[in-house]
């Protein structure tokens, strides 16, 4: 099947009508409501882009299975210039469409489990990985959007899974049969699983001998039998669905990432959809292909999404008549600075990226790591200067419904002029579409998107050999430590 049209993509997700919640309501169309409506024009945008020529060689790969032209977001890399294409991918989506693509997570577990199961059958003489195969062909040859789903509720953080007050706080498989196995349990955080055809599951942490019961792997269609999607909700969700029209908001057509409450009410997965189960001593290693993919392409997300934020504040400084103003710059190029710097260290990732044994590419440990630290404490200090040169209005702005009123419109048209020339209509937009960033959603998820800086520090610390830069230090100062 070729690459699929966005009309396609519509038609199938309807179709397929998964049990979404949204403010306690139960979604009748998901194609109709105006929570969904973004994330769903969202994924589209990446089946758009596919199709459009100028960015074939970024959101198009070929297949190491079948030898056609798939979605990047379904293909495997199989050397460093597809990491490096990775990286691409998602700064092109995230410029094109200024929020999340809801794609990345599925992407990255894909990738993840390719050579995970691989290994997991050279080692144990499971059949894990010629499943995956056909299911990842089955993805590929159906032009398929897959989420993602790692982060469990987690209880009480402190007790590992089997000692929590309810075990269900980590999917787990509650039941084998001859035909597939039963899950229970949630998955918190997941972006956009309900505008996706599939959503993948992998353990959400490195487990242990006793906790096989959580050591699983799957893949189940968005509107699988017990499967409910309860979506986020802050106070520009209700902002949305209050809106007389899309355009009263920042991002009128995409929106902010969309999160999901993924519940497994004992969901059924055949065993050609279960890629593992109970093996306890491959989680480390499936935890940290995941999260080095993913963190790589999450540094990639906010490169693009840098994009929208340093535009907007330069539109609005130029607005304001002070776009050549000295300190105005200065904040400018410091924005400019994080957005470069944390793209070398994506990139970086991906160009020290190395091999698995079945000829999969993953990004460099160490530096996808840095590239996500980067990324989370640079966004913040972009955000920042953006509120410094933008000032107040960004927060303070009335409603851009006050612009069809003809009681107060003249004020607004008089009172937020800006420098000669510039619409005050212009000016609103351009405010409303940054407090969409300094004062949405999206900030916090900028900064735990891909896992939370300290997450990343922990990984660091663990992939470090201290001792040998100890070594190194101690010869340099001419310490010789007895017995030597």
Same mark, same amino acid.
């Given at each position: ?15 397929? %009508?998964?049990?979404? #919640?949204?403010?306690? &309501? ?8 105006? %929570?969904?409506?973004?994330? *769903?024009? +969202? ?11 100028? #960015?074939?060689? /970024? ?47 599925? @992407? ?11 290994? !997991? ?5 499971? %059949?894990?990985?010629?499943?995956? *195969? ?20 987690? =209880? ?27 899950? $229970? ?14 959503? *993948?599951? /992998? ?18 269609? +968005? %509107? ?8 986020? &909700? ?5 902002? $949305? ?20 409450? !993924? ?15 109970? &093996? ?16 790589? +392409?999450?540094?990639? @997300?906010?490169? =693009? ?29 410091? !924005? ?8 070398? @260290? ?25 590239a996500k630290l980067a990324s989370a404490y640079g966004f913040m200090e972009m955000l ?93 100062? =001419? ?6």
């Amino acid at each position: 099947m070729p690459l699929k049209t966005v009309d396609e993509y519509l038609k199938s997700i309807s179709e397929l %009508n998964p049990t979404v #919640y949204v403010a306690g &309501e139960r979604v009748k169309n998901i194609l109709e409501h105006p %929570n969904l409506t973004p994330v *769903i024009n +969202s994924v589209a945008k990446t089946y758009q882009l596919a199709q459009n020529p100028k #960015y074939s060689e /970024v959101m198009t790969a070929k297949s190491h299975i079948t030898g056609e032209r798939v979605n990047r977001f379904n293909h495997i890399p199989r050397s460093i210039e597809d990491l490096e294409k990775r990286m691409e991918l998602a700064i092109l989506t995230s410029q094109k469409i200024g929020s999340c693509s809801y794609r990345c997570p599925g @992407c990255d577990a894909l990738s993840a489990l390719e050579s995970v199961t691989y290994e !997991m059958d050279k080692k144990l003489g499971t %059949n894990y990985h010629a499943r995956f *195969i056909n299911y990842l062909k089955y993805v590929q040859e159906n032009d398929l959007a897959c989420s993602g789903a790692l982060t469990d509720p987690k =209880g009480n953080r402190r007790l590992r899974p089997k000692e929590q007050e309810d075990p269900d706080l980590y999917v787990r498989v509650v039941e084998k049969g001859d035909d597939g196995i039963v899950v $229970r349990g949630a998955k918190v955080n997941q972006s956009g699983s309900a505008a996706a055809h599939e959503n *993948i599951v /992998v353990p959400g942490l490195t487990l242990r001998e006793g906790e096989e019961e959580y050591a699983v792997a799957f893949a189940v269609p +968005s %509107n699988a039998k017990g499967l409910v999607h309860i979506m986020q &909700e802050t106070p520009e969700d209700a902002e $949305r669905r209050a809106a007389e029209t899309p355009e009263d908001l920042g991002i009128p057509k995409y929106g902010v990432r969309e999160t999901f409450i !993924m519940v497994f009410d004992d969901v059924f997965v055949p065993w050609d959809r279960v890629f593992m189960c109970g &093996e306890v001593a491959f989680t480390r290693e499936l935890v940290l292909r995941f999260a080095s993919n993913h963190r790589m +392409s999450s540094a990639g @997300c906010k490169v =693009g999404f840098a994009e929208s934020v340093i535009g907007a504040t330069y539109a609005i400084a130029e607005y304001n008549g002070l776009a050549g103003a000295p300190n105005i710059r200065v904040e400018l190029a410091d !924005m400019i600075r994080v957005q470069e710097t944390v793209r070398a @260290c994506g990139l970086a990732a991906a160009l020290k990226g190395w091999r698995a044994e079945s000829g999969t590419y993953y990004p460099n440990h160490v530096l996808a790591n840095v590239a996500k630290l980067a990324s989370a404490y640079g966004f913040m200090e972009m955000l920042k200067d953006a509120i410094d040169i933008s000032g107040g209005l960004t927060v303070t702005l009335p409603s851009l419904k006050n612009l069809r009123n003809p009681e107060v419109a003249g004020y607004l048209r008089k009172y937020l002029k800006g420098a000669a020339g510039v619409p005050p209509e212009h000016r609103i937009r351009m405010f409303k579409f940054l407090q969409t960033w300094v004062a949405g959603p999206h900030a916090p998820g900028a900064w735990h998107g891909g896992g939370s800086p300290m997450a990343q520090l922990i990984t660091l610390y663990a992939l470090t050999d201290l001792e040998s830069k100890k070594r190194q230090a101690m010869e340099l100062a =001419g310490i010789v430590e007895e017995g030597e």
